[in-house]
């Protein structure tokens, strides 16, 4: 990865970028998964909601390739009988074009792994034990997505995102899902 990195960097042409960022910059954004959880077990309701964060650097006027990560959590669930944890992470190869104006239009794919895992409390037995159901999982993802990104001003843009996680792990209670976000960038880091 680290000659394809220097290979493009190599092969970069100077260009002006019409008031965008060519160097690097970093952002956090939040999104809704549209997964429906009642699907791994009726009493798992509620939204997955993330945050998230990401950092890149352009390596031409068309390309980035950076990280980022994301942790969901589940809204609108019995927290006193479910525990939920969702996260992952890894590289981003983000081809990007300008529209023109202060827009950009890019189509970034995260290429990484991850875990859940759900539990479900059942029943209370003695001396604080429980009876539980887990659903867990380790696995590979490709996440591709389409994002709009407005930037009025050379160090800060905002943007909105959509795609899909397509999730590949050893069970399948949970293969993915679409989601849907917004959120923020600062650009002009070396």
């Known amino acids: 990865m680290l000659l394809l990195v220097l290979a493009l960097s190599a092969?970069?042409?100077?260009?002006?970028?019409?008031?965008?960022?060519?160097s690097g910059g970093d952002g956090f954004f939040s999104r809704i998964n549209f997964f429906d959880p009642?699907?791994?077990?009726?009493?798992?309701?509620?939204?997955l909601v993330a945050v998230g964060n990401r950092g890149?650097?352009?390596?031409?006027?068309?390309?980035r390739i950076g990280g980022g990560g994301v942790d969901y959590f589940l809204v609108g669930e019995d927290e006193?009988?479910?525990?939920?944890?969702?996260y992952y992470g890894g590289m981003i190869v983000e081809p990007c074009f300008c529209?023109?104006?202060?827009?950009?239009?890019?189509?970034p794919l995260l290429i990484g792994?991850?875990?859940?895992?759900?539990?479900?409390e059942l029943e209370e037995?003695?001396?604080?034990?429980?009876?539980?159901?887990?659903?867990?999982?380790?696995?590979?993802?490709?996440?591709?997505?389409?994002?709009?990104t407005w930037q009025p001003l050379v160090w800060l843009g905002f943007n909105v995102h959509a795609g899909y996680s397509f999730m590949f792990g050893d069970e399948d209670h949970f293969t993915g899902g679409a989601f849907a976000g917004a959120g923020f960038y600062y650009f002009g880091l070396p």
């Open 80 to 86: 006193e009988r479910v525990d939920a944890d969702f």
């Open 125 to 148: 037995l003695d001396d604080d034990r429980y009876h539980v159901e887990r659903y867990t999982d380790t696995f590979f993802m490709l996440e591709p997505a389409v994002e709009l």
């Open 38 to 47: 009642t699907s791994i077990h009726p009493d798992f309701e509620g939204t």
């Open 99 to 107: 529209l023109g104006g202060y827009f950009r239009i890019s189509l």
């Open 56 to 63: 890149f650097g352009t390596i031409t006027d068309w390309l």
């Open 11 to 22: 092969a970069a042409e100077d260009a002006d970028g019409g008031g965008f960022e060519l």
């Open 113 to 120: 792994g991850g875990e859940y895992y759900f539990q479900l």
